[in-house]
């Protein structure tokens, strides 16, 4: 049984940084693309971060490219998105998900993630 599990989310101020984890089991991620999602309330999911499977290519969405950087350790299974000088247009329910095909490069759309995580709440303040 697949499971991804967020953590490191939280309230944080208008600047603040806060980074989350993805820790994956039941699957092997280093053959795999990995990815990071949010939704805001009202809203429908969006993406955010993607990560190819060997780690050398990334992708950020714009509205947090030059922020946010998303990384991988293959070693322990888990990928991670830094976040810095966040904003409170990034609250949102932050998900990871695991690429549906192996040795792709970065994916961007929903569709292309088999397994999501449950996801964490980040709370950005003003």
């Known amino acids: 049984q697949v499971q991804l599990v967020e953590s490191g989310g939280g309230l944080v101020q208008a600047g603040g940084s806060l980074r989350l984890s993805c820790a994956v089991s039941g699957l092997p991620i280093s053959r795999y693309a990995m990815g990071w999602f949010r939704q805001a309330p009202g809203k429908g999911r969006e993406f955010v971060a993607a990560i190819a499977w060997h780690g050398s290519s990334t992708y950020l969405a714009d509205s947090v490219r030059g922020r946010w950087s998303i990384s991988r350790d293959n070693a322990k299974n888990t990928v991670y998105l830094q976040m810095n000088s966040l904003r409170p247009e990034d609250t949102a329910v932050y998900y990871c998900?695991?690429?549906?095909?192996?040795?792709?490069?970065?994916?961007?759309?929903?569709?292309?993630?088999?397994?999501w995580g449950q996801g964490t709440q980040v709370t950005v303040s003003s």
């Open positions: 998900a695991v690429d549906r095909a192996i040795l792709r490069s970065v994916v961007t759309g929903t569709e292309e993630y088999d397994y």
